[in-house]
T-cell receptor
Framework: QKEVEQNSGPLSVPEGAIASLNCTYS??????FFWYRQYSGKSPELIMS????GDKEDGRFTAQLNKASQYVSLLIRDSQPSDSATYLC???????????FGTGTSLTVIP | DVKVTQSSRYLVKRTGEKVFLECVQD?????MFWYRQDPGLGLRLIYF???????EKGDIPEGYSVSREKKERFSLILESASTNQTSMYLC????????????FGPGTRLTVL
């Protein structure tokens, strides 16, 4: 079983819609959760971090964490073509300081 | 802003050559990481370091070694480059005081012929 799993997509949504990206993780001891955005040919860029159960909002982005279900999601409201990228879910166990990444979900926002 | 820099954006080497990839961060971060990224496989951890002269193997350390003589610099060494090491190499750093948030360098695309 992989540490972090994501649907690879591709996921396509029309401009202005809500994009929903999902991630599951295998280690119940995981403490910190992150979403990175990676444009084609670029390095990953951190967009959200979440550490406790519930929702965390930052502008058009909302991260949701459910530790009981070992599930993290990212919602992008009012999606824009500039949101088209690959979104990587990352989990940090806090032991050994290692990050575990999913393989990423490719999102395309259609104008 | 945190800045992580890598010595080269693009590198072409021949099979059997020794290759050095360097990474420098300017935010006094304790932790530094080397990943490789391949299509369909995502980011895979090669090595990480949580202090000067300390290193830990990641998921795919075979064929690689690392060096961290100074806190700000983390080097990845391919002892004898092979074609299956053609990849995008990404360096990252983080601090325990930021909740583990990681910051990436721009990446080095290495081609081994």
């Amino acid at each position: 079983q992989k540490e972090v799993e994501q649907n690879s997509g591709p996921l396509s949504v029309p401009e202005g819609a809500i994009a929903s990206l999902n991630c599951t993780y295998s280690d119940r001891g995981s403490q910190s959760f992150f979403w990175y955005r990676q444009y084609s040919g670029k390095s990953p860029e951190l967009i959200m971090s979440i550490y406790s159960n519930g929702d965390k909002e930052d502008g058009r982005f909302t991260a949701q964490l459910n530790k009981a279900s070992q599930y993290v999601s990212l919602l992008i409201r009012d999606s824009q073509p500039s949101d088209s990228a690959t979104y990587l879910c990352a989990v940090n166990r806090n032991t050994g300081n290692q990050f575990y990444f999913g393989t990423g979900t490719s999102l395309t926002v259609i104008p | 802003d945190v800045k992580v820099t890598q010595s080269s954006r693009y590198l072409v080497k021949r099979t059997g050559e020794k290759v050095f990839l360097e990474c420098v961060q300017d935010m006094d971060h304790e932790n530094m990481f080397w990943y490789r990224q391949d299509p369909g496989l995502g980011l895979r951890l090669i090595y990480f370091s949580y202090d000067v002269k300390m290193k830990e193997k990641g998921d795919i350390p075979e064929g690689y070694s690392v060096s961290r003589e100074k806190k700000e610099r983390f080097s990845l060494i391919l002892e004898s480059a092979s074609t299956n090491q053609t990849s995008m190499y990404l360096c990252a750093s983080s601090t325990v005081f930021s909740g583990g948030r990681g910051f990436f360098g721009p990446g080095t695309r290495l081609t081994v012929l």
